[in-house]
């Protein structure tokens, strides 16, 4: 995954809370075996109402959601942060995340920026009445941060985590960064792998 240190841009305004992984992407979008192209069915039945977020014009480029509490429950489909990067966006910020799917945003490079609820509020209200306005997500610092909504707001994010979305590391580029190890064990172990005999019968591995 790309390293993530600071999303500076213009934000939707999610005001509803709870919002559950099948509201994000639909059960019907799992049956894909890509892991692209999720974006086109992100909040799909929302989408059907012309008067909602994604369908107004001045948000689109966003690069931030911004969001009630509780988001992301319910199941805990990967497909949910693919679908929001897919369409676009690289941070998400609410008062509060389901556990799931905070991990599974950190493990593909999605930003889930946890502040206060008072905070949300204000940036819910500002980029509702400006969608122009810049909104930051700065991981070095920990902070999100708005003038033109007069925020700035710490999240919590432990350390490992912000060092791997500093470093651009998802899960098989942790296992990489052994490489080495894994070659050298690749060529030392032994030749000999158990197998399933076809006739019926269990071989003597001692021959």
Known sequence: MDAVRVITGTAVALDRSDVDTDQIIPAAWLKRV????FGEGLFESWRKDPSFALNDHRYQGASILVAGANFGTGSSREHAVWALMDYGFRAV???RFADIFRTNCTKAGLVPAQIDAESVVKLLAAVAA???IEVTVDVESRVVYSAAAGVEAEFP???FTQWRLLEGLDDIGLTLRHQSS???FETSRSGWLPTTSSKGHVPDWRT
């Open 157 to 159: 994010l432990d350390d």
């Open 130 to 132: 400006d969608p122009s």
């Open 182 to 184: 894994i070659d050298s």
């Open 34 to 37: 890509e892991r692209t192209g």
């Open 93 to 95: 910020v609410s008062p």
